[in-house]
């Protein structure tokens, strides 16, 4: 990880986060959630609640997944990082939402909370394996307004949506992190880079003019971010965007090793494990 070192506001909160455990948090479902859900939840848990954004309590389990309110979908278990994406997509209700790769689903469940189940989610994904517990997740938490398709992101028909969120396959050294703290191989990262932008770029074709395209990865590495989002860039009609959050984060970055990019790529986030006890989090705001 220490070729990431440039890149890290805080080098030494960073290093000692990997050998803390990331704190559980849970997404609370207002399509599913009772009146009493705060007492129901502190009769089980001690909590806390995000300050960044509605609806994000932190745990002090190590199961938040065996609980009566989890298996009624009152609430979704997520990590806090992890929620951004949809924060910055900002679905409405009666909107129509491609959400091209969702598997399991805990941001298709969030799109469909945040329309309050008027309007259409398509939640796509290549793997039929995967495909199961997005299904579950979507019966569990009451999603109404969600189809379910299984295609390869890059082939599916032709549709305009007026928001897509693109939350890429990638390398993991997000989720890796607080396990290993090591780096991953570079070719895997260039591999994953050209398919990352073979989907962008299939959603910057269904998406309307004036629409939203959310990219989002869980990896440090700025070949699949920057990376990918200049590309997108230079090569199809997408623009990238400010993103308003009060979550802490460092903004995306304009050099690493040999690699150069935009200076507008500080329009992109980047939330680090030391910055919300949780997983990484890349997240591109762009309008076509
Ligand atoms: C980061 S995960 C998605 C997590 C999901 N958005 C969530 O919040 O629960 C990336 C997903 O991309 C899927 N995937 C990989 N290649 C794909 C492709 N070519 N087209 C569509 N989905 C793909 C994987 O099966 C995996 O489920």
Redesign the pocket.
Known sequence: MKKYKPIIDDWDAFKAESDEHPVNAVRKNPLKAKEDFEEKLAERFQYEKADWADGIYRLDTESPGKSLLHWRGEYYVQEES?ALPIEVLDPKPGEKVL??????????TQIAAKMNNKGLVVA????SQ?MKSLHANVYRTGSAIVDATN????RLPEEKFDRI?V????SGEGDRFYETFTAIDEQDSRDLAK?QFQ?LEKASQMIREGGTVVYST?TISPIENEGVVQRAVDETELELKEIETSIPHVEGVDSFEDLDYDADMSKCVRVYPHHVNSGVIFVAKLEK
């Open positions: 992890a959400d091209m790769c969702a598997a399991p689903g805990g941001k298709t796509n994904d290549e793997s995967r295609y390869d992101a890059r969120l939350d890429a396959p990638c398919l989907i869980c």
